[in-house]
């Protein structure tokens, strides 16, 4: 019942996960000496951050970089990242990985009736399915090039549930792009032909291309009165 939930069902995952995070938090205040938090330096990192009033500082809760998202977590993929630039220099390619809410692993697992925006889980774990699948094209099975690192971030759109990936990938030095020809074999603005790539032929066109819109089309999601906005 309560996949059926819709937008319970979303509170319920909201709240669930605020459950999970709280009792992480808590972990953190009462386990200071197993996480040696006392190595810390809390009085230097308290006049960084401009806390020189004693009255308001308070007992300070050091969170290590395994509790994501926080700063010292942040701090440190950041750093990571900036060390593979320097050691594998520039970045080669940059994609873009959407979620698509018309893939059939999503609408064949939707309970009847519903929308995927109703399942953010399922969503999600498709996503996921599909992004590491990507991944191991990439670097596994090299189908851009042979690679030598990468890095990659999910983020999710502000207004919908719907994840997306930027990718970063560093080629080794006989794979790097130089000329057009080399561009060329990894980027395709041409649509594929219809007979012999049927598949291709309509996820670019349904996916990739706007329209048809215009007058002949007047209910088009784009059309505002008798216009398209885009």
Known sequence: MLLRGDRLWHQYIVDAYAAIK??????????????????????????TTSDNNIVVIGQRIILPSSFIVGPRHMVQNYQNAMAIYRWASCPDVFVTFTCNPQWLEIKRALPFGQQPQDQPDLVNRVFKIKLKELINDIHKKHILGRTIAGIYVVEFQKRGLLPHAHILIFFTKDYKPHTVKDVDRMISVELPNSETNKLAHETVTRCMMHGPCGAAFPNALCMEEGKCEK
């Open 22 to 47: 709280q009792s992480r938090l808590k972990y953190l205040r009462l386990n200071k000496k197993k996480l040696r938090a006392n190595l810390y330096q809390g009085l230097q990192d308290a006049i």
